[in-house]
């Protein structure tokens, strides 16, 4: 069990206006996971997201796969 805290950010690209997440891919090698938040609400709930998944949703933004928003 770890009790490292998740480090969070956000991109460098989010500069939309406050409609971003946050990550902490810190918690990536120690816990398996990729917590995700709403960068509006820092105490709101949290999605951990498997890294595996994690980094094909990367993967598919940066080919472009899911077109504009």
């Known amino acids: 069990m770890t009790t490292e805290s998740p480090r969070w ?3 460098s690209y989010s500069n ?8 902490a891919t810190n918690l990536a090698g120690s816990l398996g996971v990729v917590p995700v938040r709403d960068s509006k609400e820092p105490t709101g709930p949290v999605l951990n997201v498997a890294v595996g998944p994690f980094a094909s949703f ?11 928003v």
């Open 9 to 11: 950010f956000t991109s």
């Open 58 to 68: 990367v993967a598919g933004v940066r080919a472009d796969e899911f077109g504009a």
């Open 16 to 23: 939309n206006g406050g409609q971003c997440i946050e990550v």
